[in-house]
């Protein structure tokens, strides 16, 4: 079993994961600190270095020791010979592309050890309770050594030294201009190589849907006035076509990430159509902006049917059988009978939608991955909800499995009414699968239905 901090990217990169909390890590030196959040709003996008890491000023390098914090034990790879601390610091400072080290302490003396060199920083965990003394250090760039002091220009020279200051002054500001026009010229064509590159790519997928202006999205929204939900990505809003249609507008927010989720998400649904999955209406990429359209589903996301607690907006248990049925038969589809096999990669209750008949519909696929129908699985970075990634995510070698896995998780939830993490809960009671395998154990499984919906307890033997 892996505790929601036990996943290298729970927290984003350099952030410290504890108790489903994410914060930056505490690396104050003379009141200068070496680390800030991305967005204070949502600490789990991680923490980003105030200084980037150069190879050109490596001199500069030094590194940070991280309190109480260690990296995630799985996820690290020991060097073969025993070694001691200062050797490990340095083997890290000599390496440009190692960004932190651990150390672990063993033997009788606390001399000598094991040590870690990280070419790639995710997400720390505290390490306050752990049995094996580790020592963590992170490399940040002392950005105080680099403003050099100019040197003192003694009086008796100065008079003649001032044409030569002036002039190199007006040198360097006419230098520094260009540097900065010749950057604005590498930025702009950057940007305009890659809208070019997006274009051709939209160009090539076959049977596209239609292509909306921001103009008339912005109308259909009446200027995004209504807003139905938010997810990792951006916001959902409620708009109108000119016909009568409804329809669910999601406008992305920010710049490489959010790119790369708009492009996934057409080159995946934008050709296909199945009952079970919902339907990409339209979408938008003009300037920097980019936003996808989709069927209006009146009745929102599943995870507000089945973690309410309440009687009133219980579903019942044919209800939840015919969702369950809805999904598997949308994930078949995309594992078995599209063109190219797609990978959702973040099956959870909130990209189940439900329309006003409570037909289930699999939704948001950002961060799904087509896969060639003779490839049997893909190597990529960890990605999905803590919850709901499947133990293959360890080796980052997968396949359509792991909706599968998320798949069953969700089921859980859905016949349990509760999620798969719920503090709400006893300490013991907190995760849903330990305490679905000790009642397995303990032959109570049928305590673990739905006590909130009367119908599920008449059923819960079938359930």
Same mark, same amino acid.
């Given at each position: 079993?892996?505790?929601?901090?036990?996943?290298?990217?729970?927290?984003?990169?350099?952030?410290?994961?504890?108790?489903?909390?994410?914060?930056?890590?505490?690396?104050?030196?003379?009141?200068?600190?070496?680390?800030?959040?991305?967005?204070?709003?949502?600490?789990?996008?991680?923490?980003?270095?105030?200084?980037?890491?150069?190879?050109?000023?490596?001199?500069?390098?030094?590194?940070?020791?991280?309190?109480?914090?260690?990296?995630?034990?799985?996820?690290?790879?020991?060097?073969?010979?025993?070694?001691?601390?200062?050797?490990?610091?340095?083997?890290?400072?000599?390496?440009?592309?190692?960004?932190?080290?651990?150390?672990?302490?063993?033997?009788?003396?606390?001399?000598?050890?094991?040590?870690?060199?990280?070419?790639?920083?995710?997400?720390?965990?505290?390490?306050?309770?752990?049995?094996?003394?580790?020592?963590?250090?992170?490399?940040?760039?002392?950005?105080?050594?680099?403003?050099?002091?100019?040197?003192?220009?003694?009086?008796?020279?100065?008079?003649?030294?001032?044409?030569?200051?002036?002039?190199?002054?007006?040198?360097?500001?006419?230098?520094?201009?260009?540097?900065?026009?010749?950057?604005?010229?590498?930025?702009?064509?950057?940007?305009?190589?890659?809208?070019?590159?997006?274009?051709?790519?939209?160009?090539?997928?076959?049977?596209?849907?239609?292509?909306?202006?921001?103009?008339?999205?912005?109308?259909?929204?009446?200027?995004?006035?209504?807003?139905?939900?938010?997810?990792?990505?951006?916001?959902?809003?409620?708009?109108?076509?000119?016909?009568?249609?409804?329809?669910?507008?999601?406008?992305?927010?920010?710049?490489?990430?959010?790119?790369?989720?708009?492009?996934?998400?057409?080159?995946?649904?934008?050709?296909?159509?199945?009952?079970?999955?919902?339907?990409?209406?339209?979408?938008?990429?003009?300037?920097?902006?980019?936003?996808? =359209?989709?069927?209006?589903?009146?009745?929102?996301?599943?995870?507000?049917?089945?973690?309410?607690?309440?009687?009133?907006?219980?579903?019942?248990?044919?209800?939840?059988?015919?969702?369950?049925? #809805?999904?598997?038969?949308?994930?078949?589809?995309?594992?078995?009978?599209?063109?190219?096999?797609?990978?959702?990669? #973040?099956?959870?209750?909130?990209?189940?939608?439900?329309?006003?008949?409570?037909?289930?519909?699999?939704?948001?696929?950002?961060?799904?991955?087509?896969?060639?129908?003779?490839?049997?699985?893909?190597?990529?970075?960890?990605?999905?909800?803590?919850?709901?990634?499947?133990?293959?995510?360890?080796?980052?070698?997968?396949?359509?499995? =792991?909706?599968?896995?998320?798949?069953?998780?969700?089921?859980?939830?859905?016949?349990?009414?509760?999620?798969?993490?719920?503090?709400?809960?006893?300490?013991?009671?907190?995760?849903?699968?330990?305490?679905?395998?000790?009642?397995?154990?303990?032959?109570?499984?049928?305590?673990?239905?739905?006590?909130?919906?009367?119908?599920?307890?008449?059923?819960?033997?079938?359930?």
């Amino acid at each position: 079993y892996i505790d929601e901090c036990g996943y290298p990217t729970v927290c984003g990169t350099y952030s410290v994961c504890g108790n489903g909390q994410c914060s930056c890590p505490q690396t104050a030196v003379d009141q200068t600190n070496f680390l800030q959040q991305i967005n204070y709003r949502h600490p789990n996008q991680g923490c980003v270095l105030v200084t980037p890491i150069t190879c050109e000023h490596s001199q500069y390098h030094i590194l940070i020791e991280l309190k109480d914090i260690a990296y995630i034990p799985l996820y690290l790879q020991y060097g073969t010979n025993k070694t001691d601390l200062e050797n490990c610091k340095r083997s890290c400072l000599s390496n440009c592309s190692c960004k932190a080290a651990q150390f672990q302490f063993s033997g009788p003396n606390n001399t000598m050890g094991d040590c870690a060199l990280l070419n790639d920083v995710f997400s720390f965990t505290n390490n306050d309770g752990a049995s094996n003394k580790t020592t963590l250090f992170i490399k940040v760039q002392n950005s105080s050594n680099l403003q050099a002091s100019p040197p003192l220009i003694s009086t008796e020279k100065k008079s003649k030294r001032v044409p030569t200051i002036v002039g190199s002054t007006i040198g360097a500001s006419f230098g520094l201009l260009f540097i900065v026009l010749t950057g604005f010229a590498y930025i702009f064509r950057g940007r305009k190589e890659l809208d070019e590159g997006e274009e051709e790519f939209l160009d090539q997928i076959p049977g596209m849907p239609t292509r909306f202006s921001y103009e008339e999205l912005t109308v259909m929204t009446e200027n995004f006035s209504e807003k139905l939900g938010e997810g990792g990505f951006g916001s959902v809003f409620e708009g109108t076509m000119s016909d009568g249609t409804k329809i669910a507008v999601k406008r992305l927010q920010g710049v490489g990430n959010v790119k790369k989720s708009f492009l996934a998400e057409v080159a995946a649904i934008g050709s296909i159509q199945h009952v079970n999955l919902v339907k990409l209406v339209g979408f938008c990429a003009e300037k920097s902006h980019r936003l996808l =359209v989709y069927e209006y589903m009146a009745n929102g996301s599943l995870d507000r049917w089945i973690f309410h607690g309440t009687w009133e907006k219980s579903l019942t248990w044919d209800v939840r059988k015919k969702i369950i049925s #809805d999904v598997a038969k949308g994930l078949a589809y995309l594992h078995e009978d599209c063109n190219n096999k797609i990978i959702h990669l #973040d099956i959870k209750p909130q990209n189940i939608l439900l329309d006003h008949d409570l037909n289930a519909k699999v939704s948001d696929f950002g961060l799904s991955k087509l896969v060639g129908k003779d490839e049997s699985k893909i190597v990529t970075a960890m990605r999905g909800t803590p919850g709901y990634l499947a133990p293959e995510w360890l080796n980052e070698v997968i396949t359509e499995k =792991v909706d599968v896995y998320s798949f069953g998780v969700v089921i859980l939830e859905i016949i349990c009414g509760r999620k798969n993490l719920d503090r709400h809960q006893d300490e013991d009671d907190m995760h849903l699968l330990s305490l679905f395998m000790i009642k397995a154990v303990e032959t109570q499984l049928l305590e673990m239905v739905d006590k909130n919906s009367e119908d599920m307890q008449l059923h819960r033997k079938e359930a």
